[in-house]
Each structure stands twice: as structure tokens, then as C-alpha cells.
């Protein structure tokens, strides 16, 4: 028995309701992706201002965990889900990796760093090695309190030049490439309990330093 097609018949994806889910959750990735680019590269050329372009940046970095968790496995990593539809996105992917904006990154607030901004880095610090004291391990566990912690070091002037900053973001890449429920191994959290002591003695070493020179 043969089935006749139609050549003016619109070809569909899927056939059930969790099919058309999955696809349309495919397409809002995608295009979250696209959108983070064209902003990425928008404020690298000065077409947006900071102030204009970090909360854009966050709502989209939210977005694109959100879209995440729906897609589950059809998506194992975002270099593979950009290579399967042949995207062409640097600048979309490096800030996928990083999780923040890259005022947080890069950008340092320039004046005086005031007591409450010294208190609550100081409180980041010694939140998130406490955690790893107590063996938290888990991507879910770590990187809300990381990332709290990168961002906190964005508001000191000349933090960009910092060792401990640099490695604070690395380590910040490494778990944003990690599913939520994976745990870094034991060498991992002794190696990065290490870099956030190290980190931590740094930050105030440079403000007293500064401290020092004015």
C-alpha cells in the first residue's frame, strides 16, 4: 500500500504535544543564544552602555539556565547543541562559559571602595570556604556562592589585575560547564580551596596597599 504526499503540505517535527515542546524549547535556546551575541557584540562597539547592557546580559544568562533544565539531555553541552545547528557564536559561547556579564568579568567601578563593599566580599569569602570545609561538592551547591563572590570582586577598582580574580572566574567557567547535580572531584575542591585562600589573603593585601598609597 503506497501513501501519497503532498508537496504543498506543511512537514512537521514532531506528532505529540512533548515533541512540540521539545522543539520549541530547541528554538527559544537558539534564539537565546543569538540574542546574547548580538549583545555581547553590541557592547564591545559602544552601541549600548554598561548600564543598558548588564541587565540585559543577566536576564539572558537566566534565561539560558532556565532553557537548560527544560531541555534536558537533547542538549549534553552548548558547544555541541551550537555545532549541531552550526552556529557561529564566540562571543554568545564565552559568555555561556563565564555566567556573568562581563562588567562583572572585566569592568572594575572606579572611587573609593566603601566598608559595606569590603564587608560583604569579606562575607562571600569566608560563605563560600566554609562550604568547602564542609565537603559541599555539587555544582548547585558552589556556584550560586562563586558567582556572588566574582561579582562582588567587579566593584573594586583594579581587581581586574588580580591573580585571585582570575582564577575565581576560571573556576566559575568550570562549573558553569557542569550539570547541577555533578560534584567536583576531591583533588578539585582541595585545589580550589587552595586558589579561594590564596584569593582571599590577596584581596586584602591590595586594599591595604591602596590603603597605604593614598
Known amino acids: 500500500m503506497s501513501v501519497s504526499l503532498s508537496l504543498d503540505e506543511e512537514a512537521r ?8 515542546e521539545k522543539y520549541e524549547s530547541l528554538a ?9 551575541d548580538y549583545l555581547e557584540r553590541a557592547y564591545v562597539r559602544d552601541s549600548v552602555t554598561a548600564a543598558e547592557y548588564s541587565p540585559a546580559c543577566t536576564r539572558l544568562l537566566s534565561q539560558y539556565k532556565t532553557m537548560l533544565k527544560l531541555v534536558g539531555d537533547d542538549v549534553p553541552s552548548i558547544e555541541l547543541f551550537m555545532g549541531r545547528y552550526r552556529m557561529d557564536h564566540p562571543a554568545a559561547l564565552h559568555r555561556l562559559k563565564v555566567g556573568v556579564p562581563a562588567t562583572v568579568e572585566h569592568s572594575s567601578e572606579a572611587g573609593p571602595e566603601t566598608g559595606k563593599w569590603v564587608a560583604e566580599t569579606t562575607q562571600s569569602f569566608i560563605t563560600f570556604m566554609d562550604a568547602l570545609r564542609l565537603r559541599l561538592r555539587a555544582k548547585d551547591q558552589l556556584h550560586p556562592m562563586l558567582q556572588e563572590l566574582v561579582t562582588g570582586y567587579a566593584r573594586f577598582k583594579g581587581s581586574k589585575d588580580w591573580e585571585g580574580r582570575s582564577k575565581m572566574v576560571g573556576w566559575l567557567i568550570t562549573l558553569n560547564g557542569m550539570k547541577a547535580s555533578e560534584e567536583i572531584t576531591e583533588e578539585q575542591s582541595r585545589q580550589l580551596m587552595f586558589d579561594v585562600d590564596h584569593a582571599y589573603a590577596e584581596f586584602f593585601r591590595s586594599l591595604s596597599s591602596k590603603e597605604n598609597t593614598e
Open 28 to 36: 527559544t535556546l537558539y534564539g537565546i543564544v543569538v540574542a546574547l
Open 13 to 20: 517535527l514532531y506528532t505529540t504535544n512533548a515533541e512540540r
